[in-house]
Nanobody, 124 residues
Framework: QVQLVESGGGLVQAGGSLRLSCAASRYTSSRYTMAWFRQTPGKDREFVAGIRWNGDKTYSLDSVKGRFTISRDNAKKTVYLQMNSLKPEDTAVYYC?????????????????WGQGIQVTVSS
């Protein structure tokens, strides 16, 4: 199974920024589609952003609102999520996901591999 490990979360004041990283195992294909989801208690896991192996990006229109940027470094097998202008509503556990599919999917059932999640808390 592909192994994904998130880092970079924590507590930040509203209006601040965080950069999440997701490091994949050595044998993870550089052609895997990667994505970020987030989840709060009692809620379904929500798509945030995704990126294809060639760099094509897809963002959630409602939740992200132009504040987040996804990127990847295939040589380092790492995907990033730069989060700016953070709001308390962004507080959630953020998950990195990967799949062999060539296209970015926006539902969690389309992704075969998941990290353990990392907490992001935005204070007001």
């Amino acid at each position: 199974q592909v192994q994904l490990v998130e880092s970079g979360g924590g507590l930040v004041q509203a209006g601040g920024s965080l950069r999440l990283s997701c490091a994949a195992s050595r044998y993870t294909s550089s052609r895997y589609t990667m994505a970020w989801f987030r989840q709060t208690p009692g809620k379904d896991r929500e798509f945030v952003a995704g990126i294809r192996w060639n760099g094509d990006k897809t963002y959630s229109l409602d939740s992200v609102k132009g504040r987040f940027t996804i990127s990847r470094d295939n040589a380092k097998k790492t995907v990033y999520l730069q989060m700016n202008s953070l709001k308390p509503e962004d507080t959630a556990v953020y998950y990195c996901a990967a799949d062999a599919g060539a296209l970015v999917a926006t539902t969690p059932d389309r992704y075969a591999f998941w990290g353990q999640g990392i907490q992001v808390t935005v204070s007001s």
